[in-house]
Structure formats: C-alpha cells, structure tokens
C-alpha cells in the first residue's frame, strides 16, 4: 500500500500499489515498472513511502513554513521554521499522527498542534504552549514539494 492525497485534500488516505510479480502484459503491451508511476511515491527497501507538504503562514509577527512527511500508516513527522521578527530563525522537530482529516503533532519541548487539513490548500488548528497559552492559526498547504530527506524539513526560499 502506498500513500495518497485524496484530490478532495483530505487527509492523507492509501492507495493500492501494483505488488511485485503482477502478470506478465498482453501481447503488444510494454511493461512499466510501478515505481516509474509519477503520481504514487516510489517506495524502497530503506523507507517506506510518504507524501509531503509545506505549509505556510504567519503567526503575530512572525511567518512559518512547516515541511511535513505523511505515512501510510498515519505517521507524520516533520521541522516548523519559525522566523521571528528580528529575522531569527527557531526550529522544532515534531511527531504525530493524522486521521481522516485529524492531525496532531507534538515538539518534544511539550509544545502540541491539533487541527485539520481543512481543504487542498488550506490548514488550520490549535497550538497549545507548554506554559498553557493556546493560538489559533490557518496556514497555505501545498502538496508533493521537495523537503529535506533525512527529517522533512523545508528547504531553504
């Protein structure tokens, strides 16, 4: 199984993968490999396949890009690139777990996000600070974007 975006922009929802040793093609027919389809990630014996996003925004006086990797079996993992005002740049590396349209992702700090993949292009949600102090935000989403390999992070402007 490999993971799909629903073309509603819903959550991240799974899609039948071709298995290895399907039927040979009819006569005539050119065989394609199932990793050359570019809708689906290709997936490997190294790690499982996953879609990605970036979602950006502003938060006070402050912008936000948010790179994401979803995984078939509801994972997500992901770095949030504050730029506060002064143009200092904080980051956070953060966990979760998606569900239909669900999303909650914790920083190990005690930070934690719960919203939901409102539509294709469009997040929106609760951050709750460790001190207790909850903000509401709405972000852009965009789907299937280059981040970095090893955590997901987004890469540079």
């Not at 799909?4 to 799974?14: H, I, K, Q």
């Not at 903000?135 to 974007?145: F, S």
Request: with cysteine; aromatic share 4%.
């Amino acid at each position: 199984m490999l993971l799909a975006m629903s073309p509603t922009g819903a959550a991240p929802a799974l899609a039948d993968e071709s298995p290895s040793g399907a039927a040979a093609p009819a006569a005539g027919e050119k065989a394609v490999p199932a990793s050359s389809s570019p809708s689906l990630p290709a997936a490997s014996a190294d790690a499982p396949a996953e879609v990605t996003e970036l979602w950006t925004g502003s938060l006070y006086t402050s912008t936000f890009r948010v790179g994401l990797c979803f995984s078939a079996q509801g994972k997500v993992r992901g770095v949030l690139h504050l730029r506060l005002a002064n143009g200092q740049v904080d980051v956070y590396h953060f966990e979760g777990s998606v569900k239909d349209n669900a999303i909650e992702a914790s920083h190990s700090s005690g930070h934690r996000f719960k919203g939901r993949l409102s539509a294709p292009d469009k997040v929106e949600g609760t951050i709750s600070l460790k001190n207790g102090m909850k903000i509401k935000l709405e972000g852009k989403r965009v789907q299937d974007v280059p981040l970095a390999s090893g955590d997901c992070a987004p890469l540079p402007d």
